[in-house]
């Protein structure tokens, strides 16, 4: 089992920044790909960046290309997300996910998810 506490949500204001953390206990951190989703009021989930074991590589939504960050810290079990910029649209809850495939992590069907933290972009 892997746990996966996310943190660092709030409210902000439009054209400002935000840095989520979502910190995963339970197994061994370092071999897990670990993804971003968010999920907006009366929206469906969708993906917002995703990262590999490793950290060599990342992959991210068109729509935070530019202005969103994921990496990771294998010795804190911590990964991040570094979102600037934020818009209004940017508004959801954004879940930490993490899976040992790393291609179900992008795909959103990750075994390990978070309970998620509250993004509020006001305009």
């Known amino acids: 089992q892997v746990q996966l506490v996310e943190s660092g949500g709030g409210l902000v204001q439009a054209g400002g920044s935000l840095r989520l953390s979502c910190v995963a206990s339970g197994r061994t951190f370092s071999n897990y790909g670990m993804g971003w989703f968010r999920q907006a009021p009366g929206k469906e989930r969708e993906f917002v960046a995703a990262?590999?074991?490793?950290?060599?590589?990342?992959y991210y939504a068109d729509s935070v290309k530019g202005r969103f960050t994921t990496s990771r810290d294998n010795a804190k079990n911590t990964v991040y997300l570094q979102m600037n910029s934020l818009k209004p649209e940017d508004t959801a809850v954004y879940y930490c996910t993490a899976d040992s495939f790393f291609g179900s992590v992008k795909a959103g069907q990750a075994t390990y998810w978070g309970k998620g933290t509250l993004v509020n972009v006001s305009s």
């Open positions: 990262i590999t074991w490793t950290g060599s590589t990342t």
